[in-house]
């Protein structure tokens, strides 16, 4: 039909011929199309001679020189006609075959080739027409059913339906939240219990730091002193004076004395690497969630380990650093200096015109001496037992 169509179609305005008129050079265009070539050439400046559009064939505007083209208009309208009937439909099991016939058993259109088919054996056929007719009357009934159909029910169903949704997705919505939130308090109790571990590494650090800087700032200055004395040695032999060279022998004998009585740490004052090797993050994989907050720390295992192997050690030496504090607080509470000058004073008074005195006062007197070194000695001292048990303490609370 396409290319059928081409042949009726109007060179000039490339559409099916409307009133086709033929040129004396055999040529068709439609009438309207001529006229508008005509009244152009009319217009112009100058009086234009008419040409075939197609040929380009002069041709005289006599009277009558468009002729109409009968045969060719009667084609075109056949065409329109056949182009508005609509395409019979085909058969889509048997191709090129039109569906012109109906089964009113199966209430289906089929071709011939179908109803010679096993499935259609013993069925009732009709008609197109017939058939058009019956289903017109069932078209009344399908047409009542449908108006009879209660949409209402539908309706609300689905206003139920809706309703619902929006219920079961609110509380999706309201889990999803709940879900979030504890998510996000695991999420803190986790920052949480992170940065709580950390910090306790931080004052490790610091607890190891106070515990081996001053071991190793005592040997870095034993090494000074190593190397002052070499240095002292090394200058003797430029030393020509005797006073000079028996200062310098003074002060090397000092240095030596110095470094003779450095004791050197034991490798057992280093316990606590030890321990911390034991530590491992994989003690953590079987801890429930609920019990996060409860992760031991790597000082709590340390001290754990350490109590559990030395636990009489640590509890008498804790008595006897306790102890020691508690004599240091009465000694400066009563403050034995004073008690103990005032007493020797006074028994010193009364012996003081027997025929001991000369012995007994020596007596008392280096008894006394010996109270105020004693009480001296311990008075320099309390200041770094303290700060002994202060670090004791805060050890093993770590």
Same mark, same amino acid.
């Given at each position: 039909?396409?290319?059928?169509?081409?042949?009726?179609?109007?060179?000039?305005?490339?559409?099916?011929?409307?009133?086709?008129?033929?040129? %004396?050079?055999?040529?068709?265009?439609?009438?309207?199309?001529?006229?508008?070539?005509?009244?152009?050439?009319?217009?112009?400046?100058?009086?234009? %001679?008419?040409?075939?559009?197609?040929?380009?064939?002069?041709?005289?505007?006599?009277?009558?020189?468009?002729?109409?083209?009968?045969?060719?208009?009667?084609?075109?309208?056949?065409?329109?006609?056949? /182009?508005?009937?609509?395409?019979?439909?085909?058969?889509?099991?048997?191709? &090129?075959?039109?569906?012109?016939?109906?089964?009113?058993?199966?209430?289906?259109?089929?071709?011939?080739?179908?109803?010679?088919? %096993?499935?259609?054996?013993?069925?009732?056929?009709?008609?197109?027409?017939?058939?058009?007719?019956?289903?017109? /009357?069932?078209?009344?009934?399908?047409?009542?059913?449908?108006?009879?159909?209660?949409?209402?029910?539908? /309706?609300?169903?689905?206003?139920?339906? !809706?309703?619902?949704?929006?219920?079961?997705?609110?509380?999706?919505?309201?889990?999803?939240?709940?879900?979030?939130?504890?998510?996000?308090?695991?999420?803190?109790?986790?920052?949480?219990?992170?940065?709580?571990? $950390?910090? !306790?590494?931080?004052?490790?650090?610091?607890?190891?730091?106070?515990?081996?800087?001053?071991?190793?700032?005592?040997?870095?200055?034993?090494?000074?002193?190593?190397?002052?004395?070499?240095?002292?040695?090394?200058?003797?032999?430029?030393?020509?004076?005797?006073?000079?060279?028996?200062?310098?022998?003074?002060?090397?004998?000092?240095?030596?004395?110095?470094?003779?009585?450095?004791?050197? %740490?034991?490798?057992?004052?280093?316990?606590?690497?030890?321990?911390?090797?034991?530590?491992?993050?994989?003690?953590?994989?079987?801890?429930?969630?609920? !019990?996060?907050?409860?992760?031991?720390?790597?000082?709590?295992?340390?001290?754990?380990?350490?109590?559990?192997?030395?636990?009489?050690?640590?509890?008498? &030496?804790?008595?006897?650093?306790?102890?020691?504090?508690?004599?240091?607080?009465?000694?400066?509470?009563?403050?034995? &200096?004073?008690?103990?000058?005032?007493?020797?004073?006074?028994?010193?008074?009364?012996?003081?015109?027997?025929? $001991?005195?000369?012995?007994?006062?020596?007596?008392? &007197?280096?008894?006394?001496?010996?109270?105020?070194?004693?009480?001296?000695?311990?008075?320099?001292?309390?200041?770094?037992?303290?700060?002994?048990?202060?670090?004791?303490?805060?050890?093993?609370?770590?």
């Amino acid at each position: 039909m396409d290319v059928f169509e081409e042949d009726l179609t109007c060179p000039i305005c490339c559409c099916l011929f409307d009133d086709p008129r033929v040129l %004396p050079c055999s040529h068709n265009f439609c009438k309207k199309c001529l006229e508008d070539i005509l009244e152009e050439n009319r217009t112009a400046f100058h009086k234009l %001679p008419f040409k075939c559009p197609t040929c380009r064939k002069e041709i005289s505007t006599a009277l009558n020189f468009m002729q109409i083209n009968y045969v060719l208009r009667a084609i075109v309208e056949k065409y329109n006609q056949l /182009k508005v009937t609509p395409k019979m439909s085909l058969c889509k099991k048997h191709t &090129s075959q039109p569906l012109n016939i109906f089964c009113s058993t199966d209430l289906r259109l089929i071709c011939g080739f179908c109803v010679t088919m %096993p499935e259609h054996k013993g069925h009732t056929f009709w008609s197109i027409e017939e058939a058009c007719q019956q289903e017109k /009357k069932a078209f009344v009934v399908l047409s009542c059913q449908l108006t009879s159909w209660h949409a209402t029910d539908v /309706k609300s169903c689905l206003e139920r339906l !809706d309703t619902g949704k929006k219920e079961v997705l609110q509380l999706v919505s309201k889990d999803a939240e709940r879900v979030a939130e504890y998510f996000n308090r695991l999420i803190q109790t986790l920052e949480q219990k992170k940065n709580e571990i $950390l910090s !306790d590494f931080e004052t490790m650090k610091l607890v190891i730091m106070q515990t081996y800087d001053p071991e190793i700032n005592k040997l870095n200055k034993v090494l000074e002193e190593h190397a002052s004395a070499l240095h002292i040695i090394n200058s003797f032999t430029e030393t020509a004076d005797s006073f000079t060279f028996l200062l310098k022998m003074q002060d090397m004998r000092e240095k030596l004395t110095r470094i003779q009585e450095v004791t050197l %740490p034991s490798h057992g004052d280093t316990g606590a690497h030890h321990l911390m090797k034991s530590f491992d993050t994989k003690q953590w994989d079987n801890v429930k969630l609920k !019990d996060i907050d409860k992760l031991a720390a790597p000082h709590e295992q340390c001290v754990f380990q350490f109590t559990k192997q030395k636990y009489s050690w640590v509890f008498w &030496s804790f008595v006897f650093c306790a102890s020691l504090f508690m004599i240091l607080m009465m000694m400066e509470f009563f403050n034995i &200096s004073g008690l103990a000058k005032s007493s020797l004073n006074i028994w010193r008074s009364i012996f003081l015109n027997s025929e $001991l005195t000369d012995y007994m006062g020596r007596c008392w &007197s280096e008894l006394e001496n010996f109270s105020l070194l004693f009480y001296d000695y311990f008075q320099e001292s309390k200041l770094i037992v303290l700060n002994h048990v202060a670090e004791f303490v805060c050890y093993y609370r770590l």
